[in-house]
């Protein structure tokens, strides 16, 4: 695995964008020890536990879908991928609620 350089990040939204993206494993180098102990809430324990499982996928989306997602994830004060993954998230359940009502 290649110790690759970490970039200098002029907002909390673009470092976010940033690790949304990017596995730390690649930045182990970069990354600066924290001595304070610090418990997880039990929620955002399993949440970290649910991001393990997940698989990067690459979508090739026309730009106007791009910067139509950044201009309601600025509205909503989330990264644009965070966003696009809660529609996709949303529409699954929508659909497999429909499906499960029509008995299909």
Same mark, same amino acid.
């Given at each position: ?13 673009? !470092? ?6 990017? /596995? ?5 180098? @970069?990354?600066?020890? *924290?001595?304070? &102990? ?11 536990? !649910? ?6 996928? /690459? ?5 106007? @879908?791009?910067?139509? *997602?950044?201009? &309601? ?32």
């Amino acid at each position: 695995m290649k110790n690759r350089k970490l970039p200098h990040f002029k907002t909390r939204e673009e !470092e976010a964008e940033f690790w949304d993206t990017h /596995s730390m494993a690649d930045y182990l180098g @970069e990354l600066e020890c *924290a001595d304070e &102990v610090f418990t997880l809430a039990p929620s955002l324990a399993e949440k970290i536990k !649910e991001r393990a499982k997940t698989k990067a996928v /690459s979508l090739r989306l026309p730009q106007w @879908e791009i910067d139509g *997602a950044k201009r &309601v994830a600025k509205k909503e004060g989330v990264g644009y991928q965070v966003l696009i993954n809660t529609w996709i998230a949303e529409a699954l359940r929508r659909e497999a609620h429909r499906t499960r009502r029509a008995g299909t």
